[in-house]
């Protein structure tokens, strides 16, 4: 590309130096230095050009290889250590190859928390057409965990696009009817708004989330942060309703001080034998900072009616390591 744009002008230089010097052996003195003026003007424009083809190439790439990053994604580029907190199951296992390499358990789920933020796979999943942000594994971990406690009311904290919301609704009206159980669905943006820009070039087939009637039966949507009044009061009359159990997600801001509010704001609305969900575990270690995993710990230091359910992470791979958090009285 480079190449072709380029020699287009080159030709015509050349050609026009050529020219010059052929002219020159008629010409008289003065008009040589004229000449090559003029040719010095026109390297000179070339070069410019060549400049600025360069300019745009640049950009090109910078396009080109952003275009699998995010503000989420700060991972990429970076090497990851030894995480000795690392909370895989069974992450200190050795996986040997015949080609001879030798790959702990902790390196391969690491390796795709990694793949899943840099290749932002989290844009090109969706559930009945619609865009969702939950992982593959823990959306089948979820399912197991709905279908086990068969909550009445589910507080689906952080809605996007409406792609938990709709999942657990799915799930929801395979065990009860509209006006048995609900969905509390918030998020201080609208549902119709996709945190992610490039979620709609990453699943181009997706619809809005109103246009599937479990939205309208099952969900109530509530623009709010999560611990505002208006939200916490949607979340007690649902339980007031429709009773228990009650299921928290927590998948909103996921910044440590966020999520520690959250889980001690609504630990209490959990039912014991129930679950509050804490997405996105991964975090502390992809930012190297103390995010959800940090604020689960802390949470649960007062309150110690829960535990963390490791029987949960049933593949082994999850992005909630020690985020299901089971109530136990
Ligand atoms: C990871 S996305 C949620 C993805 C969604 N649960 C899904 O499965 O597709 C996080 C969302 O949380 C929302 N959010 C940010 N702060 C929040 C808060 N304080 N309370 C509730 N939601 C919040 C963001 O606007 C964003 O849409
Ligand atoms: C536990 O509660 C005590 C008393 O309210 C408080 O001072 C402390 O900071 C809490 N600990 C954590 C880790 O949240």
Avoid at 146 to 154: H, R
Wanted: charged letters at 20%; proline letters at 4%; aromatic letters at 10%.
């Amino acid at each position: 590309m480079m190449k072709l744009l380029l020699l287009g002008p080159l030709l015509f230089v050349s050609v026009w130096v050529h020219t010059a010097i052929a002219m020159e052996s008629h010409e008289p003195h003065h008009h040589v230095s004229t000449l090559m003026m003029k040719v010095q003007r026109q390297l000179e424009a070339v070069q410019t050009l060549q400049e600025s083809i360069k300019k745009k190439l640049e950009e090109v790439h910078a396009v080109q290889s952003n275009s699998h990053t995010t503000q989420q994604a700060a991972c990429v580029g970076n090497t990851y250590s030894l995480d000795t907190q690392s909370s895989f199951v069974m992450k200190d296992e050795i996986v040997t190859m015949n080609n001879g390499h030798s790959i702990r358990m902790d390196d391969i789920l690491y390796g795709y928390d990694w793949v899943f933020e840099s290749r932002r796979l989290f844009s090109v999943g969706s559930w009945l057409g619609v865009q969702s942000q939950q992982d593959p594994a823990d959306l089948v971990v979820i399912q197991q965990l709905l279908w086990d406690i068969k909550p009445k009311v589910i507080y689906d904290i952080g809605t996007n696009v409406g792609g938990s919301a709709i999942i657990f609704a799915h799930i929801m009206s395979q065990y009860a009817k509209p006006g048995e159980a609900i969905i509390v669905s918030v998020d201080p943006k609208h549902y119709s708004i996709n945190w992610d820009d490039a979620a709609k070039q990453l699943c181009p087939k997706c619809t809005a989330v109103d246009e599937n009637p479990l939205w309208n039966d099952y969900v109530q949507f509530v623009q709010a942060r999560s611990v505002e009044p208006q939200a916490i009061a949607a979340l007690e009359a649902a339980i007031a309703k429709y009773g228990g159990p009650v299921i928290i997600s927590v998948d909103g801001w996921h910044d440590y001080p966020e999520v520690y509010e959250e889980c001690v704001t609504f630990a209490k609305y959990v039912t014991v034998g129930s679950y509050m969900i804490v997405q996105d575990t991964k975090l502390d270690r992809i930012f190297n900072k103390p995010g959800p995993r940090q604020a689960v710990y802390d949470c649960l230091v007062n309150n110690t009616n829960f535990v963390i359910d490791k029987s949960r992470e049933v593949f082994l791979y999850s992005q909630h390591t020690d985020g299901f958090l089971l109530r136990v009285r």
